[in-house]
């Protein structure tokens, strides 16, 4: 397959976007499920010292969107609804954890005998989530998605 073939293939079939809604979905499962394994009390304990409103019910909503959102996204179901719900959850912890500590994700401070150690995270990755979820929101379903399944049944 020569190069122009690949390519076509890749952007009129809309398949280079099937990687980057695996990846954002898995993604924000994984935090999800993170949170929920870590104890949702500890995430209300972190809204808390954000001053949060109603830390408790935040917390679990918190852990909802991103575990059903991100399983939701694997699948390709609700793509352009779930975006909004899911870049604001992005934008607040960029605002409220992230923006003090500058662009950059990682922040190498040293090499130890216990290995890496990091300095505070910046809000670069909460920017790479945010503009995946624009491409994901604004595009058509991608394949092997429910999405496109669904808009394929209905056209019938």
């Known amino acids: 397959m020569n190069s122009k073939?690949?390519?076509?293939?890749?952007?009129?079939?809309?398949?280079?976007?099937?990687?980057l809604r695996l990846l954002v979905g898995f993604g924000f499962a994984a935090h999800g499920y993170a949170k929920l394994e870590h104890g949702v009390d500890h995430f209300a304990q972190v809204l808390s010292a954000m001053q949060?409103?109603?830390p408790n019910t935040l917390a679990w909503l918190t852990v909802a969107v991103e575990l059903l959102g991100g399983?939701?996204?694997?699948v390709g179901?609700?793509?352009p609804t779930l975006c909004l719900p899911l870049a604001v959850l992005?934008?607040?912890a960029m605002f409220g954890v992230h923006l003090p500590?500058?662009?950059?994700?990682?922040?190498l401070r040293a090499i130890?005998?216990?290995g890496?150690?990091?300095g505070p995270v910046g809000y670069e990755l909460n920017l790479l989530y945010s503009m995946a979820l624009l491409v994901l929101a604004v595009s058509p379903p991608t394949p092997l998605s429910l999405d496109a399944w669904l808009a394929r049944r209905k056209s019938m």
Do not use: D, I
């Open 71 to 74: 399983v939701a996204l694997l």
């Open 101 to 107: 500590y500058g662009f950059s994700a990682v922040k």
């Open 5 to 19: 073939s690949w390519r076509a293939v890749l952007g009129n079939e809309r398949w280079a976007l099937v990687g």
């Open 52 to 54: 949060m409103p109603v």
């Open 77 to 79: 179901a609700f793509v």
């Open 116 to 118: 890496a150690q990091f």
């Open 90 to 92: 992005m934008l607040t």
């Open 112 to 114: 130890t005998a216990a």
